[in-house]
T-cell receptor
Framework: GESVGLHLPTLSVQEGDNSIINCAYS??????FIWYKQESGKGPQFIID?????DKRQGQRVTVLLNKTVKHLSLQIAATQPGDSAVYFC??????????FGSGTKLNVKP | GAGVSQSPRYKVAKRGQDVALRCDPI?????LFWYQQALGQGPEFLTY????????KSGLPSDRFFAERPEGSVSTLKIQRTQQEDSAVYLC????????????FGEGSRLTVL
């Protein structure tokens, strides 16, 4: 199968700081990438996506950066809040099918 | 509700029992996915439907796993002769047609095999 991995399994940040969560992917044919947030006992929740023809996309307090040269994806969360504490997954896919997920990064936001 | 609904939320089975997990996707969503999530891991792809057609079942771990979506809406994931390694959360997701790849996930069915 495909390989989607994360550089850091856990990340602790102070409330109000910016957070950066990184992800490496292996399939150069992947054309679509998504970040999901998963809280305990719940299903993953969509945060932001980016297509392979873009290198940056911004949402509300979140930015996704894509570097196809090194097959790297990152999620930046501005002014991190306690409600952002969760596990974050990146996922890659081709033609919107068969998305592959990484193993996740746990984000702890300290008040 | 308007979201993806899965049942049961929790299932305890004795090794060797058969189980059936149900997914009710968002109305009108064409695509439906099943994922398996082990504790502390990311979701692993199992199978994918477009309407009633099962287009990809390459992630099903063995022939004990079977999924169906006979009328293109509700889907059932069946696991025969359950084994301890089948213990996991089984997530269902649906997606509308078109060029948006966003998957809407249910809360999952947690299966524990004793």
């Amino acid at each position: 199968g495909e390989s989607v991995g994360l550089h850091l399994p856990t990340l602790s940040v102070q409330e109000g700081d910016n957070s950066i969560i990184n992800c490496a992917y292996s399939n150069s044919a992947s054309d679509y990438f998504i970040w999901y947030k998963q809280e305990s006992g719940k299903g993953p929740q969509f945060i932001i996506d980016i297509r392979s023809n873009m290198d940056k996309r911004q949402g509300q307090r979140v930015t996704v950066l894509l570097n196809k040269t090194v097959k790297h994806l990152s999620l930046q969360i501005a002014a991190t809040q306690p409600g952002d504490s969760a596990v974050y997954f990146c996922a890659e896919g081709y033609n919107f099918n068969k998305f592959y997920f990484g193993s996740g990064t746990k984000l702890n936001v300290k008040p | 509700g308007a979201g993806v609904s899965q049942s049961p939320r929790y299932k305890v089975a004795k090794r060797g029992q058969d189980v059936a997990l149900r997914c009710d996707p968002i109305s009108g969503h064409v695509s439906l996915f099943w994922y398996q999530q082990a504790l502390g891991q990311g979701p692993e792809f199992l199978t994918y439907f477009q309407n009633e057609a099962q287009l990809d079942k390459s992630g099903l771990p063995s022939d004990r796993f079977f999924a169906e979506r006979p009328e293109g809406s509700v889907s059932t994931l069946k696991i025969q002769r359950t084994q301890q390694e089948d213990s996991a959360v089984y997530l269902c997701a649906s997606r509308t047609s078109g060029s948006n790849g966003e998957l809407f996930f249910g809360e999952g069915s947690r299966l524990t095999v004793l």
